[in-house]
C-alpha cells in the first residue's frame, strides 16, 4: 500500500514535539500539507485554513487536528466532508455530543476517525492492565500534578470554557484508568476548584466506584512547582502497584518490573495507520465522558485568581 498524504492543522508546540518526528519515522506516511494561522512547516505546503487547504490539495488523504478542542468539530466536519480520515488530538472535541456525530459522519463516508488518547501507549500502561487483571483491586488513587505555568505557559484557551482546564491533563490519567480497570468506573462525587477569574478549573478532586464498590481517588492540580507527580498506585491482593510518571513505569511492592523508552506519539500514529488500513474507526469517549460527568456531578469550589 502507497504511503498516506497527511496533512496536520494546528502547528504549535505539541505538533513540532511529538506530531511531526513520529510522522518522519514511519514510511505509512508522507507528510504532503499543514494549516495553521501561526505555525508552518518546512519542505511541504502551508496554508493558513483548512478551507484553503482542502480545496488546494486534494492529494491529501487523512487529516490530523491538532487544533485546541472549541475549534476541533467544525474542522473535523470540513474534513470527513471533503472525504479525509481524521486524527483528533485528545481530548476529541469539547462535547460529547459532537464528537458523536463526528463518528456518524465518518460511518456513513466509509471513512476512519480516530479519537487518539496519547497516555494509553505509555511504555507500561498494558502491562499495568495485565497486573490488575489477574488480581483484587482494594483501592487506588490517582495522582496527577503538575505546573501549568511550565506545560501551557500563556495559553489562554485552556482556561477558556470548552478548554477543560486541569481536565487537560487529568485526562491522561482518566485515558490510562480506564483502559486499565478490569470494570468500567463512574464517578460518585466531585470538587472542581476554579480560580475566580477563569472559567475552567485549576484544581480537581474526584471519587470514583464500580459495581463491585470500586474505592477509586483521583486528584488533579495545576499548582505543584518543583516534581511533577503522573502517578497511579492501586492497593491489590498481589501488592502495592504504581504506575509513574505518567504511566512509563510500573513497580510492585518498590520493585521496578517495566521501565522502557517513551514511544506514545509514534504508537498513535501507527494505530492510525491500522484502522485507515483496515476501514474502520477508534473512537472511545470514556475519558471524555469522565470529565463531562466530573463538570455535571461536581461541586464548584473558587479560589483566589491565577495570573500567568
Known amino acids: 500500500m502507497s504511503p498516506i498524504n497527511l496533512a496536520i492543522v494546528g502547528v504549535g508546540k505539541i505538533v513540532r514535539d511529538q506530531h511531526l518526528p513520529a510522522v518522519a519515522k514511519n514510511s505509512d506516511y508522507r507528510l504532503i500539507a499543514a494549516a495553521s494561522r501561526h505555525g508552518t ?7 493558513k485554513s483548512i478551507d484553503e ?38 481530548p476529541p472535541g469539547a462535547t460529547l455530543s459532537e464528537v458523536a456525530d463526528l463518528e456518524a459522519l465518518a460511518d456513513s463516508k466509509g471513512l476512519s476517525l480516530f479519537a487518539s488518547w496519547h497516555s494509553r501507549y505509555a511504555p507500561a500502561v498494558e502491562a499495568a492492565k495485565t497486573f490488575l487483571a489477574g488480581t483484587t483491586i482494594r483501592a487506588m488513587q490517582v495522582i496527577w500534578k503538575e505546573d501549568v505555568r511550565h ?26 484508568v ?41 486528584d488533579f492540580d495545576w499548582r505543584q512547582t518543583g516534581k511533577q507527580s503522573w502517578d497511579i498506585v492501586a ?57 463531562a460527568d466530573a463538570f455535571m456531578l461536581g461541586r464548584r469550589k473558587f479560589v483566589e485568581a491565577f495570573h500567568d
Open 53 to 90: 487547504m482542502l480545496v488546494a490539495a486534494p492529494d491529501i488523504a487523512a487529516v490530523s487536528l491538532c487544533m485546541p478542542p472549541q475549534y476541533r468539530y467544525e474542522a473535523a466536519e470540513k474534513a470527513l466532508s471533503a472525504g479525509k480520515h481524521v486524527f483528533l488530538e485528545k
Open 235 to 291: 492497593q491489590t491482593e498481589a501488592g502495592e502497584m504504581v504506575l509513574s510518571e505518567g504511566g512509563a513505569k510500573l513497580s510492585i511492592d518498590g520493585k521496578l518490573v517495566h521501565d522502557e523508552p517513551e514511544q506514545e506519539y509514534p504508537m498513535l500514529y501507527k494505530r492510525f495507520a491500522e484502522i485507515v488500513k483496515a476501514g474502520k474507526s477508534d473512537v472511545d469517549l470514556a475519558p471524555l465522558r469522565h470529565v
Open 41 to 47: 512547516v518546512n519542505g511541504i505546503d502551508n496554508f
Open 178 to 218: 480506564t483502559h486499565i480497570l478490569p470494570r468500567p468506573a463512574f464517578i460518585t462525587a466531585a470538587t472542581l476548584e476554579f480560580p475566580e477569574n477563569r472559567d475552567a478549573p485549576i484544581a480537581a478532586s474526584i471519587t470514583f466506584s464500580d459495581a463491585k464498590g470500586l474505592d477509586l481517588k483521583a
Open 151 to 176: 506545560w501551557h505557559p500563556n495559553q489562554e484557551w485552556i482556561w477558556q470554557a470548552g478548554g477543560l482546564g486541569v481536565f487537560d491533563p487529568g485526562i491522561n490519567a482518566l485515558s490510562i
